[in-house]
């Protein structure tokens, strides 16, 4: 997507876009978040790092479907062991198994169908060196607070939060 395009495409009072992501193979809002500062002087309104930072979502490789299963699917496993939803758990089957079972989540593979991507973050910082991406997941498993993942230059961090992840802490980590 060129910076035109993300222009022309943005309803900028609300600071989003809707954006076809082909790795996810669906539209998904994209919240644009940029300085007040930077509002006030249109060219620079969108830098070409900014442009590049929505490119990271929207072309993000297939390869970093492994690493995004499996942090779901360590997320779901963690959130079935630590939150009691209230299931019915037959005789031989542990809380966590049945919560499991409830939402459909056996593998990897599934963690990610049911997770939900439901907008990605794009923040326009002089300050961070590097380019940020979070994806927000609203899975059934934690409805209440989410799911987040990190891209950093177009990879995908091994990390999970909530959604009030800092995002200074990748800032000094070397690649």
């Known amino acids: 997507m060129t910076r035109e395009e993300i ?33 006030k002087y249109i060219e620079t309104i969108i830098s070409e790092k900014f442009v590049q930072t929505v490119n990271d979502l929207l072309t993000l490789p297939e390869t970093e479907r492994p690493l995004m299963q499996s942090l779901l699917y360590r997320h779901c496993l963690e959130c079935c062991k630590d939150i009691s939803y209230g299931i019915d758990v037959p005789d031989g089957e542990t809380e966590q198994e049945a919560n499991l079972r409830e939402f459909g989540v ?51 961090l091994d990390h999970i939060g909530d959604g009030n992840t800092s995002l200074i802490q990748f800032e000094e980590v070397e690649e």
């Not at 991406?133 to 409805?143: A, G």
């Open 7 to 39: 222009l022309i495409n943005s309803v900028w009072e609300r600071g989003k876009m809707m954006a076809y992501s082909p790795f996810f193979n669906k539209e998904i809002e994209v919240k644009l978040i940029v300085s007040t500062y930077a509002l």
């Open 106 to 156: 056996s593998n990897e593979t599934d963690a990610l169908e049911k997770a939900n991507p439901t907008h990605a973050i794009v923040e326009e910082d002089d300050f961070f060196g590097n380019r940020y991406v979070r994806i927000i997941f609203e899975p059934e498993w934690e409805s209440e607070h989410g799911c987040e993942l990190i891209l950093r230059n177009g990879k995908l």
